[in-house]
């Protein structure tokens, strides 16, 4: 069955940087765009950033220039590296495989002082 399991999260100072990674089994992963999303205490889910099964890449606003999600297809695992990371970036942060309806448990990302 389909499975996603996200890591890389953790406590990190404002300006710090951290490196998500999520790892699929269960289906093609190179045939699928992948997404991250994240969720803050109170808030909607939203979406972080996209890579499509091509390679093509984008980004919501609040993390352009900052953030930079990439695949390696031969491990089944895409990753966010994330730099610049402010206060408002703290959430649950997780992946999610493009048309595939299943969510992992998360990686929780708390950035303070």
């Known amino acids: 069955q389909v499975q996603l399991v996200e890591s890389g999260g953790g406590l990190v100072q404002p300006g710090g940087s951290l490196r998500l990674s999520c790892v699929g089994s269960g289906f093609t992963f190179s045939n699928y765009g992948m997404s991250w999303y994240r969720q803050a205490p109170g808030k909607e889910r939203e979406l972080v950033a996209r890579?499509?099964?091509?390679?093509?890449?984008n980004y919501a606003d609040s993390v352009k220039g900052r953030f930079t999600i990439s695949r390696d297809n031969a491990k089944n695992t895409m990753y966010l590296q994330m730099n610049s990371l402010k206060p408002d970036d703290t959430a649950v942060y997780y992946c999610k495989a493009h048309y595939i309806d299943y969510w992992g448990q998360g990686t929780q990302v708390t950035v303070s002082s």
């Open positions: 890579i499509f099964a091509g390679g093509s890449t």
